[in-house]
Structure formats: structure tokens, C-alpha cells
């Protein structure tokens, strides 16, 4: 495929692929975060909790069975080389989730809905591409290099299989992929005990998508000439990216995010025609939109602080045992209940949206 496309084609293919999946996942499967979120605390219902939880723990085994079969290294992932601040893990986290709640939904949800015609997602998804452009290369970049560094080329793995395994002398393939398998089993029962086999399903195929974003970008980095990061699916910077190749296309090449933004959106329209038709939708509250408009900026501010917004940290990063990742993911939870809990209890900045 190198010959044929050129690397930078076929990285853009491999996200397309992977994001169609998770477009398909939203819309026919309802992955998603804030509603998982909300279920818990508010529907007494926790199905989209095991599917997340289902989810990473297919993409645990698959990854570290990957590189037991020699596919990946998963030392070369953005997450387990980079040493990330725990106060930016902890703050982006945070920022993120409570932004996610006033704007409706995380990145991947927003073009998941775009896909299904709403156009307030495409305001909310451009305004937190910027915000996150602002704070990665704008005005704001020195500010976040002063306080939350990024110590780039680690000597040793920054992920728990790799710390527990050397306190261990137990092979870091065996910690990840004996917990994953935890975690898949445990979720896949309690599914099937609800009768819920389309969230099975759907939410393997989520856990594979991230997987092969990883296999995929490290295939094209140890076979192409070009530097590609090992990476996998995250949607935050990833549509500051779809804009900016959108607007210069000309000088640029295709990416794995860019590919991974637009299949999201593909998979989305196809989900939504299968299961309930395409419409168009619009705001018509202003103070609506203000909310959401304000919540894009910190999901904006907070994935780039973060280093990941809810799929990147929250199935990527944890699905390869990074460091930071579980304090990512508790923090973006914790900013997603307060977020809803001002909206629906009706207190603190709720009421002056």
C-alpha cells in the first residue's frame, strides 16, 4: 500500500477506517461518554459504563497481543514515550470533562452528531479545533510549555504493565493482557445478562478501532521514510488539524487525524441513516449555544493540557497502561458530573447560561 498511495495516504486511510467504526459505534451502538456519565448518575442505568469498559479492555488485549506477535511496540506510543505533568493530566482532565457536559458532548460525540446532521455539533467541533490549535501553536502555547512541560524520549516506558512488570519480573504483555481480559470478560457478562448484544458488539469493535490505529500508524512508521507518531484515534487537536489541512490543503499532506475525523463523520451519516434517517438540526436557543460554545473552549483547553480528550486518554492512553491515563479519565468523570449536575439541578453557572 506504501507503493501505491504514498505513506502519508495510507496513514489517512488507516484513520479513515478506524473512524468509520467509531462513527458506526456512536450512532448504532450510542458509545458515548457524557451519556455513560449521565446514565450512571442520573438513569440508573450503567450498560454504557460496561461498554466502555468493554471496550478498552478489548483494545488492552489486543494491543499487547499485537506486540507479543510482534506488530507494535508500544514503548513507541505517544503515551508511554512522552512524560506528561500530573498537574496537566489532573487540570486538562477536568476542564475537559466539565466543558464536554456544558457543550453536550466530548469531540468524538460532536462529529458523531454531525454526521447525523446537526449543525451545532459542526459550531461546537470548530470552536474547540481552534481553541485547541490556540493552546498547542497560538498565543497560548508558551504558557502551557512554561507550566506543563512535555520531557519528550523517556529512557523507560511511562505505563503501568512496564513498571509493575519490572517490579515483578513478570513480562509487561502478561500484566496488560491478563487485566484486559478481565476487563472484557466482566463487561461482556454483565452485557449478555441484560440482553444487550448489539452493545457487545459495537463495543468491540470500538476497542479494535483503537487498536488498529496503533498497529496501523507504527506498520507505517517502521516500513515508511517519513516520521509518523505511533498514535491512535483522539479528537480534539485531530479537528484543529481537519480545519487547518481544510483551509491549506495545497501545502500539506493528509494525516492519520484528518482521516480519522472524516470517517467519524462518514460512519456517523451511514449510522444514522440505518437507524432512524438523516435530518438536519439546528440551535434555536441562543443561550443554548453560548453554553456549548463555552464548553468547546475548555474541551478545547483541557484535552491539549491533558494530551488527550476522552478517546484519546480515555481508551487509547488507557488501553497501552499509560502513567497519567487513569488520572485523565478520573478527572474528565469528575468534570462531566459537576458539569451536569449544574445543568440539571439547576445550580452555579447553569443558571447564568
Known amino acids: 500500500m506504501l507503493e501505491l498511495v504514498g505513506e502519508s495516504w495510507t496513514i489517512t486511510l488507516i484513520g479513515l477506517g ?24 442520573y438513569g440508573n442505568d450503567r450498560g454504557r459504563l460496561w461498554m466502555w469498559v468493554l471496550a478498552l479492555g478489548v483494545a488492552m488485549t489486543a494491543n499487547f497481543a499485537a506486540e507479543a506477535a510482534g506488530l507494535i511496540r508500544l514503548d513507541q506510543t505517544i503515551y508511554l514515550q512522552n512524560g506528561f505533568t500530573l498537574g496537566g493530566a489532573a487540570l486538562g482532565g477536568l476542564l475537559f470533562g466539565y466543558g464536554m457536559a456544558q457543550a453536550g458532548n466530548c469531540g468524538y460525540g460532536m462529529l458523531a452528531r454531525l454526521g447525523g446532521g446537526d449543525l451545532r455539533a459542526l459550531v461546537i467541533a470548530l470552536i474547540m479545533g481552534v481553541t485547541a490549535y490556540v493552546m498547542l501553536f497560538g498565543p497560548l502555547a508558551a504558557i502551557r510549555a ?15 504493565a512496564h513498571v509493575i512488570g519490572a517490579a515483578s519480573a513478570l513480562p509487561a504483555v502478561a500484566v496488560a493482557g ?52 505511533v498514535h491512535s484515534h483522539s479528537f480534539t487537536a485531530a479537528v484543529g488539524d481537519t480545519i487547518r489541512y481544510t483551509m491549506l490543503s495545497s501545502g500539506l499532506e493528509p494525516d492519520f487525524a484528518i482521516g480519522s475525523v472524516l470517517g467519524v463523520v462518514i460512519g456517523a451519516l451511514i449510522g444514522s441513516v440505518i437507524r432512524d434517517g438523516f435530518r438536519w438540526e439546528a440551535c434555536d436557543d441562543p443561550r443554548e449555544l453560548k453554553r456549548q460554545m463555552g464548553g468547546a473552549v475548555l ?55
Not at 478517546?311 to 499509560?322: D, E, I, N, P, R
Open 146 to 160: 512554561r507550566f506543563f512541560p512535555i520531557d519528550p524520549m523517556q529512557d523507560t516506558p511511562q505505563g503501568w
Open 299 to 353: 474541551m478545547g483547553i483541557g484535552a491539549v493540557l491533558a494530551a488527550g480528550c476522552s478517546v484519546g486518554q480515555g481508551l487509547g492512553a488507557m488501553s497501552v497502561l499509560s502513567v497519567h491515563a487513569p488520572v485523565v479519565a478520573a478527572m474528565i468523570w469528575l468534570g462531566g458530573w459537576l458539569g451536569l449536575r449544574h445543568l440539571i439541578e439547576g445550580i452555579g453557572l447553569s443558571r447564568a447560561a
Open 18 to 41: 478506524g473512524g468509520v467504526v467509531l462513527g458506526l459505534a456512536a450512532r448504532l451502538g450510542r458509545f458515548c461518554t457524557l451519556g455513560m456519565i449521565e446514565d450512571v448518575h
Open 178 to 229: 491478563g487485566l484486559g481480559v478481565i476487563l472484557a470478560g466482566g463487561a461482556a457478562m454483565a452485557l449478555l445478562r441484560a440482553r444487550r448484544h448489539t452493545e457487545i458488539f459495537w463495543a468491540g469493535m470500538a476497542g479494535l478501532a483503537i487498536t488498529s490505529g496503533f498497529v496501523g500508524s507504527y506498520w507505517v512508521a517502521d516500513n515508511g521514510f517519513d516520521p509518523v507518531a
